[in-house]
């Protein structure tokens, strides 16, 4: 008989031949001593391969080595990952909510808001300039040439003409020459409607205006765009994006019925005039007081005021960046409620932003009326 | 009893068992070995039970290893995170998490026919039932199984041989 093959020898062993076959098998291994070593070291193979299979039904829960894993992150820096992006997140958003947001402000344009603003009031213009009060620190040299201009009704201009001081006076030339410095020397233009020409370039010079006056360079803008409307109790609060990254912040005080304009510049002296309702409005004026680290009563008015932040020199740079939070306040004719506001970028930038709010308050309320 | 109860009461042990050999995977054979009986259950008809259990039980293996390697990514996730927290069982000594390895190494070494049949063979599945699930032709099984069996042996002795050296050297 052929030596059987391996195979067969297994399958032998396995009782997987018929019996006819195996016993062929069974007989000629126990005469050939060749095939009963082949014999013998099958048996061996079945019996260790079993051995060795028995070990793997150790295999623990969960693990798979098939497969490796691939080199995982440590979870820790997953969570000091989330939590540096929560951190940053909401310091962003409380920055943003603070309008940290810096407006490079353009010079020129600047310069040409107030030259339509004159352009458009030429009337009225020389009268609130008249009025200008400046309370100017006299120690400090820019105090001359940081200014406010106002524009009101006569009926408010006379009460707070009443408070002007004596040193706004002394100012007033002055004072008109602040608000059209940014003009651009062109004092001579048809729009200008001041005193004097500005002598002295300054490198701040603020001015407020209200009155609910319209301004062609707000017309081609588009609608302002609402981001948020944070809740507070008291007042109505809305976010408004002027630019990418750039928003101010419009806070109506829904109980409060006061006129006013308040100014703050950092490092710049107190220029205040008073154009309210006397004390009356005085006290209603809404000024951040912890803003306010110097001035006395007479430089605190309810319709302009120039807070410096700190006492530390002006930030504001020759580029035309304004770093100081800047606020604007008036009243809504219609609702009487105080409207506040507030953005870190020029004055004349928020006077802009202000005009196109009450355009758009206007004729949201027209729509009201006549849906 | 249903004939889903009979046949996992029958089968389960034996085929979680090959399944856990195969996989080197406890969870994940007790998965595969209920997803086996779950498609049970949808046939009207059964002609060789178990051949058919184990076949479908190493084709879902071999599907989920194609399809789904997200899940098969889970697990290694899984499997990482429990290694930390995975405590040995007090039986289980050094030699024996060797011999565990070793033999995992030993039988991730041989062709999956060859291991297939041979885990297979192990939970007791004639021949027949072999090829059918393997679809082999029936008089080939012996030449695999014999082909497996040396070569488990063989690479198992040689994992050994290597280990023994390396401990003679760490010794030395």
């Not at chain 1, 490796?68 to 310091?91: F, S």
């Given at each position: 008989?052929?030596?059987?093959d391996?195979?067969t020898?297994?399958s032998?062993l396995?009782?997987?031949?018929?019996a006819?076959?195996?016993?062929?098998?069974?007989?000629?291994?126990?005469?050939?001593?060749?095939?009963?070593?082949?014999v013998?070291?099958?048996?061996?193979?079945?019996a260790?391969?079993?051995?060795?299979?028995?070990?793997?039904?150790?295999?623990?829960?969960?693990?798979?080595?098939?497969?490796?894993p691939?080199?995982?992150?440590?979870?820790m820096?997953?969570?000091?990952?989330?939590?540096?992006?929560?951190?940053?997140?909401?310091?962003?958003?409380?920055?943003?909510?603070?309008?940290?947001?810096?407006?490079?402000?353009?010079?020129?344009?600047?310069?040409?808001?107030?030259?339509?603003?004159?352009?458009?009031?030429?009337?009225?213009a020389?009268?609130?300039?008249?009025?200008?009060?400046?309370?100017?620190?006299?120690?400090?040299?820019?105090?001359?040439?940081?200014?406010?201009?106002?524009?009101?009704?006569?009926?408010?201009?006379?009460?707070?003409?009443?408070?002007?001081?004596?040193?706004?006076?002394?100012?007033?030339?002055?004072?008109?020459?602040?608000?059209?410095?940014?003009?651009?020397?062109?004092?001579?233009?048809?729009?200008?409607?001041?005193?004097?020409?500005?002598?002295?370039?300054?490198?701040?010079?603020?001015?407020?205006?209200?009155?609910?006056?319209?301004?062609?360079?707000?017309?081609?803008?588009?609608?302002?765009?609402?981001?948020?409307?944070?809740?507070?109790?008291?007042?109505?609060?809305?976010?408004y994006?002027?630019?990418?990254?750039?928003?101010?912040?419009?806070?109506?005080?829904?109980?409060i019925?006061?006129?006013?304009?308040?100014?703050?510049?950092?490092?710049?002296?107190?220029?205040?005039r008073?154009?309210?309702?006397s004390?009356?409005?005085?006290?209603?004026?809404?000024?951040?007081?912890?803003?306010?680290?110097?001035?006395?009563?007479?430089?605190?008015?309810?319709?302009?005021?120039?807070?410096?932040?700190?006492?530390?020199?002006?930030?504001?740079?020759?580029?035309?960046?304004?770093?100081?939070?800047?606020?604007?306040?008036?009243?809504?004719?219609?609702?009487?409620?105080?409207?506040?506001?507030?953005?870190?970028?020029?004055?004349?930038r928020?006077?802009?932003i202000?005009?196109?709010?009450?355009?758009?308050?206007?004729?949201?309320?027209?729509?009201?009326?006549?849906? | 009893?249903?004939?889903v109860?009979?046949?996992?009461?029958?089968?389960?042990?034996?085929?979680?068992?090959?399944?856990?050999?195969?996989?080197?995977?406890?969870?994940?054979?007790?998965?595969?070995a209920?997803?086996?009986?779950?498609?049970?259950?949808?046939?009207?008809?059964?002609q060789?039970?178990?051949?058919?259990?184990?076949?479908?039980?190493?084709?879902?293996?071999?599907?989920?290893?194609?399809?789904?390697?997200?899940?098969?990514?889970?697990?290694?996730?899984?499997a990482?995170?429990?290694?930390?927290?995975?405590?040995?069982?007090?039986?289980?000594?050094?030699?024996?998490?060797?011999?565990?390895?070793?033999?995992?190494?030993?039988?991730?070494?041989?062709?999956?026919?060859?291991?297939?049949?041979?885990?297979?063979?192990?939970e007791?599945?004639?021949?027949?039932?072999?090829?059918?699930?393997?679809?082999?032709?029936?008089?080939?099984?012996?030449?695999?199984l014999?082909?497996?069996?040396?070569?488990?042996?063989?690479?198992?002795?040689?994992?050994?041989?290597?280990?023994?050296?390396?401990?003679?050297?760490?010794a030395?």
């Amino acid at each position: 008989m052929q030596h059987p093959d391996e195979g067969t020898i297994h399958s032998w062993l396995d009782g997987a031949l018929s019996a006819d076959e195996a016993a062929r098998i069974e007989a000629h291994a126990k005469e050939c001593p060749e095939c009963a070593v082949a014999v013998a070291e099958a048996r061996g193979f079945i019996a260790a391969s079993s051995r060795i299979l028995t070990a793997l039904d150790n295999a623990p829960r969960g693990v798979i080595p098939a497969t490796a894993p691939k080199k995982r992150i440590d979870p820790m820096v997953w969570r000091v990952a989330a939590t540096v992006l929560v951190v940053a997140a909401g310091t962003f958003l409380v920055v943003r909510d603070r309008g940290s947001d810096e407006q490079p402000m353009s010079v020129a344009a600047d310069r040409g808001i107030l030259l339509e603003k004159r352009a458009s009031l030429p009337e009225r213009a020389p009268s609130a300039i008249g009025r200008a009060q400046s309370v100017a620190d006299s120690a400090a040299p820019k105090a001359a040439a940081s200014k406010a201009l106002a524009i009101g009704t006569a009926k408010k201009t006379v009460a707070s003409a009443s408070r002007s001081d004596v040193a706004s006076r002394d100012n007033k030339a002055t004072a008109s020459e602040g608000v059209m410095m940014r003009a651009g020397q062109r004092a001579a233009g048809p729009g200008y409607a001041g005193g004097a020409a500005p002598t002295a370039p300054t490198p701040i010079a603020q001015s407020g205006v209200t009155g609910g006056v319209a301004m062609d360079a707000t017309n081609e803008s588009p609608p302002l765009k609402v981001v948020g409307t944070p809740r507070r109790i008291g007042a109505k609060v809305t976010l408004y994006e002027i630019a990418p990254g750039d928003t101010v912040t419009l806070t109506e005080a829904m109980p409060i019925a006061l006129e006013g304009v308040v100014v703050t510049s950092a490092g710049a002296p107190m220029a205040a005039r008073a154009l309210g309702k006397s004390a009356a409005s005085q006290s209603k004026t809404r000024v951040d007081t912890a803003a306010i680290t110097t001035g006395t009563d007479s430089q605190r008015t309810n319709r302009f005021l120039t807070v410096p932040a700190v006492s530390a020199p002006a930030p504001t740079s020759q580029e035309g960046r304004v770093s100081t939070l800047r606020v604007v306040s008036w009243t809504d004719p219609a609702t009487g409620n105080t409207l506040t506001l507030t953005g870190r970028m020029s004055e004349a930038r928020l006077q802009e932003i202000k005009i196109r709010i009450e355009r758009e308050r206007a004729a949201a309320a027209a729509a009201k009326k006549n849906p | 009893m249903t004939d889903v109860e009979r046949l996992f009461r029958t089968y389960n042990t034996a085929l979680v068992r090959y399944l856990t050999r195969r996989l080197g995977d406890r969870d994940w054979a007790e998965e595969v070995a209920q997803e086996t009986f779950v498609r049970a259950l949808r046939q009207t008809s059964i002609q060789n039970e178990r051949a058919w259990l184990f076949a479908v039980a190493t084709n879902l293996v071999r599907d989920e290893a194609r399809k789904d390697m997200r899940r098969r990514k889970h697990l290694a996730l899984l499997a990482e995170e429990g290694r930390d927290e995975m405590v040995e069982p007090e039986e289980t000594t050094i030699e024996r998490a060797q011999e565990a390895a070793m033999a995992r190494k030993a039988i991730d070494a041989l062709a999956e026919k060859d291991r297939l049949a041979l885990l297979m063979r192990e939970e007791g599945l004639d021949y027949g039932e072999i090829a059918e699930a393997l679809e082999l032709s029936p008089g080939s099984v012996g030449t695999t199984l014999s082909r497996a069996r040396r070569r488990l042996v063989e690479s198992y002795e040689a994992l050994q041989k290597s280990q023994e050296e390396r401990e003679k050297n760490a010794a030395s």
